[in-house]
């Protein structure tokens, strides 16, 4: 089993910035992937970034240019780094692990707005 503890989630105006961190415990490999998705009210779940163990990463366009993932692979922990924010970006943000299995975060809550 793993477990994902998300953190940083929070009020933020519009053009601002946040950092959301996810620190996974329990049955690590080292080969894996981590990253995040989000839903708003009313909305699927969707992607927003993903990265490898490798470094390899991939972005929903909504968010390219913007967002920033990063990975500390010895704290196994993943970050996403949210600048120039819309009241778009309003939304739970869910971590997410996958080796062979698909493991989620409970959520953090984003809210863009003045």
């Known amino acids: 089993q793993v477990q994902l503890v998300e953190s940083g989630g929070g009020l933020v105006q519009p053009g601002g910035s946040l950092r959301l961190s996810c620190a996974a415990s329990?049955?690590?490999?080292?080969?894996?992937?981590m990253g995040w998705y989000r839903q708003a009210p009313g909305k699927q779940r969707e992607l927003v970034a993903t990265i490898t163990s490798g470094g390899t990463t991939n972005y929903a366009d909504s968010v390219k240019g913007r967002f920033t993932i990063s990975r500390d692979n010895a704290k196994y922990t993943v970050y996403l780094q949210m600048n120039r924010v819309k009241p778009e970006d309003t939304a739970v943000y869910y971590c997410?692990?996958?080796?062979?299995?698909?493991?989620w975060g409970q959520g953090t809550q984003v809210t863009v707005s003045s």
């Open positions: 329990g049955r690590i490999f080292s080969n894996n992937a």
């Open positions: 997410w692990y996958r080796v062979t299995a698909t493991y």
